[in-house]
């Protein structure tokens, strides 16, 4: 489908533009000709602006099940509520030397939290509750309250909780507060927020700077220790001062901007992208209870019934599970591409198969195919630093620089490396001098460690595609490259809907081989099997077997060499681990984690004696 047949994107967007610079050590430094207009000296500047213009419009809203009603916050409650707790927080004395410590998920009590302590110039820092709720040893929770040395703590409830605080008991001395009201082992959030406001608390917001740490952000320690990534004001103001300048139509509609989602405010995407999107343009966030997993998706269809955004967000796995949602519910797929202006996916790049579906099923439903769009970053970029503003023709384009954002584009093998520099870009990680060091290059480029490829080499403004991560990538004996991003993405959409993520080895060897994490519903429905089915029985079953061996066979006809397609895969019945840092709260999987810690898996993989592999 061509791009001009899926509508306007000018009442939306502004036009792509993009100036590359070629060098002469082969290098191309690409920016937007549009420079970055003044944004908001922080982001409390936006709360106090839409408290007075919009007082009573929704800010927050969030509901305990699927049959509570929503309770909500307007702007004006938040702003009382965020001066009473900045109040308690400056007569603690937290300070970024002592900063606020989040455990626990999105809520409207952790958003008004962590408000009120950058409000004052106070950091927070949401740290993934997976580290607290899912992991067995702490050892990362742990690390990170080391290195913070919270002044307080919150959790929604301390009882969920109880096992991860007392690992951390004996590392801090943090004030723990509760969002129950009835713990009576913490101070209640309820009681801070009934704080009386002291005349501080304009003095300390009036001290905020740009330069002022906003929030500390861990990255996902899948190598090693996370460390904390200082985000300045600075950083989060100008992100959404670029996105402001590239989604023309939030200037437009102030307002009507309606967001319902799940995606963590412990990960850049949730919190700065999406979280600030709607504080910078007082809009409504509907805080969805559910996600992408098993057992808890239902809970996010029964929240978009309730309330359609203007603007959906989510991952490929998020993408994968509405399609199949829609497909089955008439009503549903009538208002979603009725009333959604247009999707946006990040976190991973869409398989095409995906992008294709989602497509066929809006023009079969409203007569157009609905926008898809994307964008590019990290934690350290805040995290924009391209956005796909245009209709792409397929999936996996992230776009051109943003207003004020500049990449360099350095050769790499057969390759090329993509560095970033902007006023969106961290000053560093907290308490490593040396690790901030080794992050930029001599002209203060942050070395991202992501590979793109244009679109178009003659016209820049087409966009760029990612092109995997340089440190992945690697040869076989032959001397062929293996692009792994671009193999996972091509391999998730041969093996649909049976794999839910893949992993690409064969370092060293003469074939490309893929460690596959199974859709184990899928499986099961594919093999007939009942949903009870044991995982192995699953697996195992011939009928899958036979499905994987097609889908190589599909890759291998789409893979023009040796290191296009794989000629083995093992399906894992044990899923992607936390603890292991093999993978994220937004489902994004670290290659290399998972190839360290399944090193026994690799080895079956490769041996020739093994019947668990299935073969080309």
Request: aromatic content about 8%; hydrophobic content about 45%.
């Amino acid at each position: 489908m061509t791009a001009a047949s899926r509508g306007d994107a000018s009442s939306l967007f502004a036009t792509p533009r993009t100036v590359a610079e070629h060098r002469a050590d082969g290098s191309i430094v690409l920016r937007s000709p549009e420079p970055l207009r003044d944004g908001a000296r922080c982001i409390g500047d936006w709360l106090e602006q839409w408290a007075r213009q919009r007082p009573d419009a929704i800010f927050l809203a969030e509901r305990s099940s699927t049959e509570a009603p929503w309770t909500a916050v307007t702007y004006a409650q938040a702003l009382r509520q965020v001066r009473a707790a900045a109040s308690w927080i400056l007569a603690q004395g937290l300070s970024a030397d002592h900063p606020l410590a989040i455990l626990s998920d999105n809520g409207i009590d952790h958003a008004l939290l962590a408000l009120a302590a950058q409000h004052v110039g106070v950091p927070s820092a949401a740290i993934s509750p997976a580290y607290s709720l899912m992991s067995k040893d702490f050892d990362k929770l742990k690390s990170m309250i080391t290195l913070l040395e919270p002044g307080a703590i919150y959790v929604s409830a301390t009882k969920p909780f109880a096992a991860a605080l007392a690992a951390i008991k004996l590392l801090h001395s943090a004030q723990i507060i509760s969002g129950n009201a009835d713990d009576t082992d913490a101070l209640a959030f309820r009681t801070i927020a009934a704080t009386p406001e002291s005349p501080d608390v304009a003095k300390a917001f009036a001290a905020v700077t740009p330069a002022t740490i906003a929030k500390f952000l861990f990255t996902s320690g899948s190598t090693g220790t996370p460390k904390a990534v200082v985000n300045t004001q600075r950083m989060l103001t100008s992100s959404q001062q670029a996105k402001a300048q590239t989604w023309t139509f939030l200037e437009q509609g102030r307002g009507d901007l309606v967001i319902l989602d799940w995606l963590p405010w412990s990960h850049t995407f949730g919190a700065n992208h999406n979280f600030n999107l709607v504080l910078r343009n007082g809009g409504s966030l509907y805080i969805d209870g559910g996600k992408p997993a098993p057992g808890l998706f239902a809970t996010s269809l029964a929240n978009l019934r309730s309330v359609m955004p203007t603007v959906y967000f989510n991952v490929p796995r998020g993408f994968d599970m509405l399609i199949a949602a829609l497909r089955g519910d008439e009503e549903l797929c009538r208002r979603f591409f009725g009333e959604v202006k247009f999707a946006f996916y990040a976190g991973a790049a869409l398989p095409q198969n995906l992008w294709d579906a989602l497509e066929e099923l809006s023009v079969k439903t409203v007569g157009r195919a609905m926008p898809m769009v994307s964008a590019w970053g990290s934690t350290e970029t805040s995290p924009l630093a391209t956005d796909c503003h245009f209709l792409a023709e397929r999936s996996g384009n992230i776009g051109v620089p943003i207003p004020g954002t500049e990449l360099k584009l350095v050769p790499s093998g057969d390759k090329l490396e993509v560095r970033v520099r902007g006023p969106n870009v961290t000053p560093g990680y907290w308490k490593a001098p040396e690790l901030t060091r080794q992050a930029f290059d001599d002209e203060g480029f942050y070395l991202i460690g992501d590979a793109v490829k244009f679109a178009d080499a003659g016209r820049p403004e087409r966009g760029l595609f990612f092109d995997g991560r340089v440190a992945e990538d690697f040869k076989l004996n032959s001397g062929t490259w293996v692009s792994v991003g671009t193999l996972r993405v091509a391999g998730i959409a041969a093996l649909a809907p049976l794999a839910q993520d893949i992993v690409v080895t064969g370092h060293g060897g003469d074939e490309v081989r893929l460690l596959v994490f199974p859709n184990i519903a899928a499986c099961r429905a594919h093999a007939g099997l009942p949903e009870t089915a044991a995982v192995n029985d699953a697996l195992a079953h011939d009928k899958v077997r036979a499905a994987i061996a097609q889908g190589l066979a599909k890759l291998k006809q789409q893979g023009v060499n040796s290191s296009g397609h794989a000629t083995r895969a093992l399906l894992l019945a044990e899923p992607p681990s936390v603890d292991g840092g093999e993978i994220t709260d937004k489902g994004y999987i670290n290659q290399r984690a998972v190839l360290t810690r399944r090193a026994d898996a690799v080895m079956r993989l490769n041996d020739d004696m093994s019947d668990e592999w299935i073969a080309l």
